[in-house]
């Protein structure tokens, strides 16, 4: 059905097949499908997630941190399969009850803590190890700003534009159009204000930066959602590239992008982490090999 012919009814019931390439992974109520506990590692940081860009996000933290020096924030992550439905098994819905990755489950203190969504997780670290966060008030505000900032823009790239131009079951033009427009809006966003400054906190590298690039950064260097880079003229955006860049070639991000990836170059999926050691060893290449 089209867009111009569709004519929404007076009440809205679940067809489990208009829901496009990802109508498997959604449905309209929440909870756990099946019974399944997550495994626990040996670390004090059990980390549940797949190389998304919000996943992403976290992965690259940990390995900051850990190249900053700070050995406690030594990590398990296990890959959740969201296509195959990991993320409504009990456990992980006892982790994280909206059913998204990445969800933490932080054993460092007296009890077992959970940790979810992807900016709070970043936050808790940041905090947990006085790290990658601002200590003059202003920064720190600053970087708060741009870390909100994120969580509420990339679901209009995501979910919204993302959808739309490369998921949905057919083009529609007036979604494509409506999105396109507002990531275009953000990307200038962002570009103008890394005009006037390294990161987006000043010049210290933080938190704002890390949860931002996997989505941004990734649109205007890497690509992403197919011809999506062209048909947004992300070239035009080059502070954007600058910062994008410059942040990609980190040796910790490097690895941070690597870890719980399921596609892609096989010598860049490390599906599961639990010692430093295994980017060099148990990478799908090599374990393929």
């Known amino acids: 059905m089209s867009e111009e012919t569709y004519t929404p009814p007076e009440v809205w019931t679940w067809d489990r097949e208009s829901g496009g390439r990802f109508a498997s992974i959604n449905r309209p109520i929440s909870g756990a499908t099946h019974d399944k506990e997550l495994p626990v590692g040996k670390h004090p940081f059990q980390l549940y ?4 860009p919000n996943g992403q996000k976290v992965t690259i933290m940990f390995e900051e941190l ?16 969201i296509g195959e439905g990991d993320q409504f098994g009990s456990g992980f819905v006892a982790a994280n009850p909206n059913s998204k990755i990445p969800a933490l489950v932080d054993h460092s203190g007296d009890k077992p803590v959970r940790v ?3 900016g709070h997780i970043l936050l808790h670290l940041a905090e947990k190890f006085d790290a990658f ?3 003059d008030p202003a920064k720190r505000t600053e970087a708060l700003n741009w870390l909100f900032w994120l969580q509420g823009s990339a679901p209009y790239l995501g979910g919204g534009f993302g959808h739309f131009y490369a998921y949905a079951p057919f083009k529609m033009e007036y979604p494509i159009n409506r999105f396109a427009m507002e990531v275009k809006r953000q990307l200038d966003v962002l570009d103008k204000e890394l005009a006037e ?3 987006l906190a000043g010049d210290e590298y933080s938190i704002a930066d890390i949860v931002t690039v996997p989505w941004y950064g990734r649109m205007v260097t890497d690509g992403a959602y197919g011809e999506a880079k062209t048909f947004l003229s992300a070239h035009e955006y080059k502070n954007v590239i600058r910062w994008a860049e410059t942040i990609f070639a ?11 990836a399921a596609s892609g170059e096989p010598s860049q999926q490390l599906r599961e982490r639990h010692d430093a050691s295994d980017f060099e060893t148990k990478t799908q290449d090599k374990l393929e090999g």
């Open 49 to 52: 997630s797949l190389a998304t």
């Open 66 to 81: 850990l190249e900053a020096g700070h050995t406690d924030a030594e990590y398990d992550a296990w890959l959740i399969n």
């Open 116 to 118: 979810f969504e992807s």
């Open 133 to 135: 966060l601002p200590k």
């Open 197 to 199: 400054k390294e990161f």
């Open 250 to 260: 980190r040796p910790a991000v490097k690895r941070g992008r690597m870890v719980n």
